[in-house]
């Protein structure tokens, strides 16, 4: 077995043999984590749910995402979340105490331990050896409930790395080259398991960077052997009991095999606006850049920094940049602040910027009108920046850094001989924990605070003989037609204004699809209106990115019944489902260009066959043309749409 095999094996609930891959396979979960931006949404649905007390080993919410506070909207949230963890004797990590990955990996992972959380990058703890999946925030809820987690089985593939990193090359140019080979859609349906001599190289945090990025790949997660590094790691974060070796065995087999040299990697950077736009950096020298943005939970780790302040250590940034810098968690910081990195850092003329998500979720720092921001985070999706019209370019942060010396794209790996890249671990990572707050008995049951801006979400509807209305025929009109790897972050956008109303539905589905077509809610609610419901039609991978609920909720508020498209990505396929939303896909993709907006389609015996297995249903048009589309759910997939959800159906 590889080691992902290992680990869900040993975490799989009522299932001696681990099923082929895409089949169902049910696990339990030891620790989960939410974040805020998605975490009111699951604890009003952990609430909805009565939950009562975290089930989990450990359960942790973290505040880190929407930090502004420019209304009292994100400190009730922050409040909400923290009184309603508390009541129900989960950890919380206060604001300014780090990007949830980030302290996730310091504080909480342990080798072969699996960890669910509502956001995508929950696998950066795979670093450590661990089978951490980024799910909605249902899925996570119900993990706190005790549930156990279900996925489709993973094929795994089993990527080699060979040799050592060259000075001036780094993590983030392992996992573009990954992204570069498979793609946005490369990893969906698939676990990405490193192995080889390589790997022994790689410190925890270099690990959790490639772990992180597989995300962008649409992998259900990434993962990595816990080995004398990893022990390392723990040792001086002070937690070396919870560290166990792991690897897969020496004959393990993998559906799918890369190799990738460490020794010849050159320095990639993705391209606008995809992360799976990835070429050598040679192609790129000399592009004029205008922000310098470094940090997000792929790199912002002490290492990271300690590079950064290397490299930029008395020198200064061109006069046409600004450099900014968001330490991942407050462990950095306090490192940097204690050993003078900070101070080189701050002389270079960088912005220090608090610890959190910061600019990769569009809290601030939006790059000026067609300007060049050069990032060192992990999603480069069109407008994510805040501003549309920019050209967001994805790197490390040895790129990141020289390139804000010289204001242009610039090969790191000209430094060599002038800049020390073998940073010295600290005997003992920094731990002062009083912004991580463990569960207390005496809160357990406590009055829940909430503000005026937390709102009811919606609860979709039960699912009858069709879709429709019988006074409009039982049609439903397609009201939007999009293309292939729409993003979260269309469906649903996030930035400064949007994000301090993520617990409130009614308002952000106004925005829903925005970045599509301006008009979408309108005509959402028209058509809602005048038949009952809508549909929206996709490409391929549609919802990749983010875990954001939302990204249903906001549809489903609107009147959204069903979502055909030609293939989805995993996270939002469930969190349709969980929210009653039917995800259909074209059984010959080639129908999608036979399909406009306006259209009308009808489904008959809808009850009936979505609770009779059917995989293949029959869609009628006006003209009485037919459209096939799979409906690929398991049994209790098929309960949940049924009941129009999963809230339904587990209150009964
Ligand atoms: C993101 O990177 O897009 C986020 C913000 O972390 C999301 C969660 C969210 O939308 O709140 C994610 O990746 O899941
Ligand atoms: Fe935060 Fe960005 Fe990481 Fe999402 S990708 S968790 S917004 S730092």
């Keep these: 077995m590889n080691l992902t095999q290992k680990i869900l094996q040993a975490h799989s609930v009522g299932q001696e043999i681990l099923p082929v891959a895409g089949e169902s396979i049910s696990i339990r979960i030891d620790q989960t984590l939410t974040q805020d931006s998605t975490g009111t949404m699951a604890y009003l649905q952990l609430e909805a749910l009565e939950v009562g007390e975290t089930r989990a080993e450990l359960s942790v919410a973290y505040v880190d995402h929407n930090m502004l506070q420019a209304g009292f909207e994100s400190a009730d949230d922050h409040r909400y979340i923290q009184s309603v963890a508390e009541k129900h004797q989960i950890w919380v990590s206060k604001p300014g105490n780090g990007i949830c990955h980030q302290v996730h990996l310091e504080r909480f992972g342990v080798p072969g331990k699996t960890l669910i959380g509502s956001d995508s990058h929950t696998p950066t703890c795979g670093g450590l050896g661990m089978i951490a999946i980024g799910a909605g925030g249902q899925d996570v809820a119900m993990a706190m409930g005790g549930h156990p987690y279900a996925i489709s089985m993973p094929a795994v593939v089993g990527v080699k790395l060979e040799g050592k990193l060259q000075g001036g090359v780094a993590a983030k140019d392992v996992i573009l080259e990954v992204l570069r080979q498979l793609t946005v859609k490369g990893g969906v349906g698939r676990v990405i398991e490193y192995y080889g001599e390589g790997v022994k190289t790689l410190s925890v945090p270099e690990r959790a960077t490639i772990a992180n990025m597989g995300a962008e790949l649409g992998a259900t997660t990434s993962v990595f052997p816990s080995d004398e590094m990893t022990k390392d790691y723990l040792e001086r974060q002070g937690r070396a009991e919870v560290w166990r070796p792991l690897e897969a065995e020496a004959d393990a087999d993998y559906d799918l095999d890369l190799t990738i040299s460490l020794t010849t990697l050159e320095p990639h950077v993705a391209k606008p606006h995809s992360p799976d736009n990835v070429v050598s950096i040679g192609e790129l020298l000399g592009t004029e850049v205008d922000q310098v943005c470094i940090g997000s939970c792929t790199n912002s780790s002490y290492l990271d920094l300690m590079r950064v302040a290397a490299i930029l250590k008395g020198r200064s940034i061109h006069p046409g940049i600004s450099l900014t810098v968001s330490p991942g968690s407050k462990q950095v910081l306090s490192m940097i602040a204690a050993n003078g990195a ?84 600290p005997e003992k990572f920094h731990n002062n924990n009083n912004l991580l707050l463990a569960p207390d008995v005496t809160k357990k049951g406590q009055e829940v605070l909430r503000g005026p801006n937390i709102k009811p979400f919606p609860l979709g509807q039960v699912i009858g003989e069709t879709w429709g209305r019988p006074d409009t025929g039982d049609r439903l009109p397609v009201i939007i037609m999009v293309g292939d790897n729409i993003t979260t972050d269309h469906i649903m956008p996030s930035n400064a204004n949007l994000l301090p109303y993520r617990s409130n539905i009614p308002y952000l589905a106004g925005f829903c699809l925005n970045p599509c077509d301006a008009d979408f809610a309108k005509n959402a609610e028209a058509a809602k209106e005048q038949f009952g419901g809508s549909i929206i039609v996709g490409g391929d991978n549609y919802g990749q990115g983010s875990s954001r609920e939302h990204a249903a909720l906001t549809p489903l508020y609107l009147g959204v019944k069903a979502v055909i498209v030609k293939s989805f990505a995993r996270i939002h396929r469930a969190n349709l489902i969980n929210n009653g939303i039917l995800p259909l896909v074209f059984a010959d993709p080639q129908d999608y260009d036979g399909l406009e907006t306006g259209q009308t389609l009808v489904v008959r015996k809808l009850r009936e066959q979505l609770l009779g297995g059917q995989s293949e249903l029959v869609l009628e048009s006006e003209n009485r043309r037919e459209v096939k589309v799979l409906l690929q759910a398991n049994d209790f997939e098929r309960k949940v749409l049924a009941a129009g959800g999963k809230i339904n159906l587990l209150k009964g």
Excluded: H
């Design 342 to 425: 900070l101070g080189d850092i701050l002389d270079a003329g960088a912005r220090i910027l608090e610890t959190g998500c910061g600019p990769c979720i569009g809290m601030g720092q939006a790059p000026p009108s067609e300007g060049v921001s050069l990032r060192t985070f992990n999603r480069n999706f069109t407008g994510r920046s805040g501003t549309k019209n920019s050209f967001v370019y994805l790197a490390s942060p040895e790129i990141a850094a020289y390139s804000a010396i010289q204001g242009c794209i610039s090969d790191p790996r000209e430094l060599a001989g002038t800049v020390e890249w073998n940073i010295p671990w």
